[in-house]
C-alpha cells in the first residue's frame, strides 16, 4: 500500500518544487547578493528530498474536504523550515554531506551558510503573510502553529546537542523519545497536517486526529532514520553513513544499548571518541545488534505506526485521502527494505 504514497509524492512534487523556486529567483538585481544568498540557498533547496511534508500539509486540506492547493503556501513555509534547519544542523554537527552533494557551509563557508539558514527561516512567515487567498484569522492560527513548531524543534536540537556537548550517557529510552518528539515529530508529521487541516476548514476532532496521526508517524519516520544511518543500504549512498555512531548521537539505539549493554564502557569510548574508523564503527553495531537495540527501535517504530493508523479510526476524511495517509504511515516504517 506504501507505493500509493510514493507515487502520490512523485505526481505533486514538481508544483511544489516550481512554487518554492518563486522564493530564490529574480529576487535581486544586485550579482553579489545573487550569489551569496539567492543561489546557494535555491541550489540547496532544489536539491529536494521528497518533499512529504509539504505534501502532507496539502493532503490533510484535502482529507478534511478543502481546495489541495489551498495549503501550498503552507507548505512551502514548512519546507523552508527544513531547508534553514538542515543547514544549520550541517554546522552544528560538522556534517559533510546533504543528499548526496556537499553541504552549504562546505562549499560557502559557515558564515554565509548560517545567513541562508537565516534567510530561509524569514520566508517560514513570508510565505503565509503573503498568502492573498487566506483569510486573515486562518493565517494568525496557521502562525501560531508554524512558530510552535519552530521553538519545539529548537528545543529538541538543544537536548540533541547539550548531550553530545557534556558527553551525557545518563540517558533514558523516555529522555530520546521527548527530544525525538520535540525535534522531529512536530514539523515532519503533527504540524503540517494540522496546518493543512486548518486551512481546509477541517472540525477540531479532525485537526487534533491528524495532529496525534503526525506525532506519532513522525516519531517513527526518526526512528527509522536513525536506523537507515546504522543498517540501511540505498542511503549510504547518499548521506554519511553511520555518522550518528561519529557524532556521538543519543539515537533510541544507542540509548537503549547502553541501558542494556555489557560492554557499556566501550560502547561509551566509542561513542565519544569521534572516530570515523570503520572497524569501530562496525563494532558499535555490533553491539547495538548484540543488546537488542536495532530490533527494539524497529518494534517501536512500528507500535507507533500502529497507534497513528488506530488514530484515524472512526475520523470522517475523504476516503482516498485517508487512504493516502495510511500508505504514508507504512512508508515511514518501510523504507529500510
Not at 221 to 250: C, M, P, V, Y
Amino acid at each position: 500500500m506504501s507505493s500509493a504514497f510514493t507515487d502520490f509524492l512523485t505526481r505533486n512534487v514538481g508544483e511544489v518544487n516550481e512554487f518554492l523556486s518563486t522564493f530564490f529567483y529574480d529576487k535581486t538585481d544586485r550579482a553579489d547578493i545573487e550569489r551569496y544568498l539567492y543561489a546557494p540557498l535555491g541550489a540547496f533547496s532544489a536539491n529536494a528530498g521528497k518533499r512529504h511534508r509539504p505534501l502532507i500539509c496539502m493532503l490533510a486540506c484535502a482529507a478534511v474536504g478543502g481546495d489541495f492547493h489551498a495549503a501550498l503556501s503552507a507548505a512551502a513555509a514548512i519546507e523552508h523550515f527544513q531547508s534553514a534547519a538542515l543547514i544549520h544542523d550541517d554546522i552544528a554537527d560538522n556534517g559533510h554531506l546533504r543528499r548526496g552533494k556537499p553541504c552549504v557551509h562546505v562549499t560557502e563557508g559557515v558564515g554565509i551558510a548560517i545567513n541562508c539558514g537565516d534567510y530561509a527561516l524569514t520566508l517560514v512567515t513570508d510565505a503565509i503573510l503573503r498568502d492573498s487567498a487566506l483569510a486573515d484569522d486562518v493565517k494568525l492560527r496557521v502562525l501560531r502553529e508554524l512558530t510552535d513548531m519552530m521553538q519545539r524543534t529548537v528545543e529538541g536540537q538543544a537536548l540533541d546537542l547539550g548531550w553530545v556537548r557534556d558527553e551525557r550517557f545518563d540517558l533514558t529510552v523516555d529522555d530520546y523519545l521527548t527530544m525525538a518528539t520535540l525535534k522531529t515529530a512536530h514539523y515532519s508529521g503533527a504540524v503540517p497536517l494540522a496546518c493543512g487541516a486548518i486551512i481546509g476548514g477541517g472540525t477540531e476532532e479532525q485537526i487534533e486526529a491528524l495532529r496525534s496521526f503526525g506525532l506519532d508517524t513522525g516519531l517513527a519516520f526518526q526512528i527509522q532514520d536513525d536506523l537507515l544511518n546504522l543498517i540501511g543500504e540505498r542511503e549510504a549512498r547518499e548521506k554519511d553513513f553511520r555518522s550518528d555512531i561519529t557524532e556521538g548521537k543519543r539515537t533510541l539505539v544507542a540509548v537503549h544499548a547502553l541501558e542494556h549493554a555489557d560492554e557499556r564502557d566501550e560502547l561509551e569510548c566509542i561513542l565519544a571518541s569521534g572516530t570515523t574508523d570503520p572497524a569501530a564503527l562496525d563494532r558499535a553495531v555490533e553491539i547495538f545488534e548484540q543488546t537488542g537495540s536495532i530490533e527494539f527501535a524497529r518494534a517501536h517504530a512500528i507500535e507507533l505506526i500502529e497507534r497513528a493508523k488506530h488514530t484515524l479510526a472512526g475520523i470522517e476524511l475523504d476516503a482516498k485521502c485517508r487512504e493516502l495517509l495510511l500508505a504514508m504511515a507504512d512508508f515511514f516504517v518501510e523504507r529500510l527494505h
